[in-house]
């Protein structure tokens, strides 16, 4: 395994590679199509480089543990915005997830409807290329519109367009409390028509799901001083009355922990069967939940369905030409194989998407094929 | 400003070009009387000025595919454009070019409050998005300062920002597809009303590119229910650097205002002259807001004004009344309008980090100084985003050079201390040739890779974003084929 301990080592082990490099950063995240070659870690490419509290920025080496970026923040008062998920418990991996591998599966939680993706919050990117060029792009400020925006580009790529070094956030401040606002029983159709009475609501809500089965329950989080929070719950179980007979969870503790088990998609850890991620506009999601079969549990007020579905079943078939995508997140080697694991794309942007790849990594080193159709 | 020369062969085949173009689009659709051309002339950057081999105003995307199929098969250069509010020259025409209006594009295409998104023809303006949705209480976020006029389509090229994005971020964190005709008249549809990408964010690569990827003709934006309520707060330091702190304080404390905005006193002065808004005279004021319901208004400035008053503001004015809160907004929102009254001005948008604030404005002070030109700053504190205004005499030869040598000075100064160029206004033909002091060689190599990915015989907008000793190659190539 290659395990450079600067930047410089990476580049020169990747302008000097042969073959093919697997790129690892904590290693929990084996998600996509099987990739071959040789392994390149980026374990040693740790630490912060820079961290401002009152200017809500933070840029760390990607190799970095994710555990020790939020210790970091929390010392402050301040958290990651997006609320990024641990894969582990949905996986069963194990080891350190890094902040590079966050990135570079543009990893987001819940929030992610309040406070947008992982790509959002990230404003700044060094990286290096399939060639072995250091680059960079974005810097340390949250508003920058200098030159065309490739940390977008890099987050989400999977290093499949360059092995991420160093990675810059902007952070937000961590929130006094939180609560629950809690219904029982519904559908899944009424379930989303609630979510979405609530997301349209001026209460800021910064979770939003629906967790169907015997016992169908509805949750939908606020954040902030307590004050706020109490006052908030008020009017939103208030409003949400119609939908059913609401409660409210003002235990922070268990707030936490219900929202930490969606986020990790617990439900589904251990349970046999391969799982796959939807993102749909919220109100086609009961529908298209209908469709998938299996069990199915809703994040962003729909937006994003999680779905047990039997081992090696191709979900798209189901699902038929629809708007959005799915993601087969944990499936066996040869499932992943076999079926593409991200979606694929209509043919002018899978050609683009093409393009840049061989701009970027002209020999197809980096983690060759791992996104492919 | 150095532009290339035009294409001889483009010009010499202006009839036949404006022909192809009148065939699709009647004509009606297309300007190329050069008396009439000359209304495109140039963007808010008034400066710079060229007028166009024609123009065309598509009322489609249909029309657009079209005229750049047309456009890809003569080889003629296309500048997109939305309402010409540029402050960076990012619509300049080049003689030989095309601009594409998208004025006549203005339509709402579908509004679902369920799902909280709008789609819109990208001709439309900023604020006419939040107008179409107003009546249930939504509004669209980014608001910069142009928005009664700006289109979508200009915002979506240069990833506008505004006053409020410290909350609900830049045009890139509320974009959730667009439609996009490529340079050879293909229309792609990107990303929707789904979140996020299922392979690579071609979506966040589009936006920002300034208009050199493709011609985004409709967008789906978010749209996000009003706050209950938003009140400001006046505070009046007799130094930056307190001001600074307190800006730092406030964030630190775990507050996160909608917008906290920053004046000096060359602007207090003279947007108190212009605009009577009750300002006090000291060295540095910060309008701060938030929002909610008043009581959560009520305990958020309640912190606030604490950590203010640790700072010994010479003044802590809290808006007692809508009416007071439109007072205090008034000298911010009218400080550009205010410097254009007594001066000729260039307005600048470096980002630097916050900690950085006070050194950079005693070097701003230096500089003035040493240059022998006024600047007056106006920002947005929270994240960094500067405007500072250097007052020059357009009549007096020589001053503008000056002004722009200083303007490059400062630019500098932001990147030095570890910001960037621009914040929100993009680089267009104004900040191109500078673009080296921030990035290396590799950095706009790989930018232009891209660029070659979507517009191989870059067309597309040309002269912008990159220094043209670093785009040369590429350009010749085209001239070539």
Known sequence: MLTPTSEAELSAAIASADGPLRILGGGTRPIGRPVTGQALSLGALSGVELYEPGALTIVVKAGTPLAEVEALLAKENQRLPFEPMDHRTLLGTEGEPTIGGVVAANVSGPRRIQAGACRDSLIGVRFVDGSGTILKNGGRVMKNVTGYDLVKLMAGSWGTLGVLTEVAFKVLPETETQANVLIDGLSPHQAVEAMSTALGSPFEITGAAHLPGDSPLTMLRLEGFAASVAYRTERLSALLAPFGSVRADSDAASVRAAWRDLRDVAAFSGAPGDVWRISVKPSDAPDIAALAGGRAMFDWGGGLIWVLAPEATDLRARLGAFAGHATLVRASEETRARIAPFQPAAAPIAALSEGLRRQFDPRGILNPGLMAA | ?481
């Open chain 2, 1 to 481: 400003m150095e532009m290339p020369a035009p294409d001889s062969a483009v010009l010499s085949r202006k009839p036949r070009i404006v022909a192809r173009l009148q065939e699709v689009l009647g004509k009606t659709g297309v300007i190329h009387d050069e008396a009439e051309t000359r209304a495109y002339e140039c963007d808010a950057l008034t400066a710079y000025k060229c007028p166009p081999l024609a123009v065309v105003l598509p009322s489609s995307t249909a029309e657009v595919a079209a005229i750049m199929k047309v456009c890809h098969q003569e080889g003629v250069p296309v500048v997109p454009r939305g309402s010409g509010t540029s402050l960076a020259g990012g619509a300049l025409p080049t003689a030989d070019s095309v601009i594409l209006g998208v004025s006549r594009l203005t339509r709402v295409l579908e509004i679902d409050y369920d799902n909280r998104f709008i789609r819109v023809q990208s001709g439309r303006t900023n604020l006419s998005v939040t107008g179409a949705v107003e009546e249930e209480d939504f509004f669209y976020a980014p608001d910069p300062s142009s928005q009664l006029a700006c289109a979508i389509a200009g915002n979506v090229a240069m990833n506008s920002g505004g006053a409020h994005c410290l909350k609900y971020g830049v045009t890139t964190n509320n974009l959730m597809g667009v439609t996009m005709v490529t340079m050879d008249g293909q229309v792609l549809e990107i990303g929707g009303a789904h979140l996020d990408a299922a392979g690579y964010d071609l979506l966040g690569v589009i936006c920002g590119s300034e208009g050199q990827l493709g011609v985004v003709t409709e967008a789906t934006l978010r749209i996000l229910r009003k706050p209950e309520g938003a009140r400001p707060v006046l505070m009046g330091f007799d130094s930056n650097e307190v001001a600074g702190a307190c800006v730092s304080d406030i964030i630190k404390a775990g507050v996160l205002p909608v917008a906290i905005e920053f004046m000096d006193r060359p602007c207090i002065e003279a947007t108190e002259a212009f605009a009577k808004a009750g300002y006090p005279m000291c060295e540095a004021l910060l309008i701060v807001e938030v929002e909610g319901s008043d009581a959560e208004i009520d305990e958020q400035l309640g912190v606030i004004m604490q950590i203010a008053r640790r700072h010994n503001p010479v003044e802590l004015r809290e808006a007692q009344s809508e009416d007071e809160a439109k007072r205090i907004w008034l000298g911010r929102k009218s400080a550009f309008g205010a410097m254009g009254q007594i001066n000729d001005y260039m307005c600048l948008d470096g980002t630097i980090p916050v900690s950085a604030l006070p050194e950079v404005l005693r070097r701003i002070a230096e500089m003035s100084d040493e240059y022998g030109l006024k600047v007056a700053n106006v920002f947005h504190a929270g994240d960094g985003n500067m405007h500072p205004l250097i007052l020059f005499d357009a009549n007096k030869p020589g001053d503008l050079e000056l002004c722009e040598a200083f303007g490059a000075d400062i630019l500098k100064l932001c990147v030095e201390v570890g910001g960037c160029l621009t914040g929100e206004h993009g680089v267009g033909i104004e900040k191109r040739d500078l673009m080296t002091t921030q990035f290396e060689p590799q950095d706009l190599e790989i930018q232009m890779k891209v660029k070659d990915v979507f517009d191989p015989g870059w067309l597309l907008n040309p002269a912008k974003v990159f220094p043209l000793a670093a785009s040369e190659a590429r350009r010749k190539r085209r001239l070539a084929a």
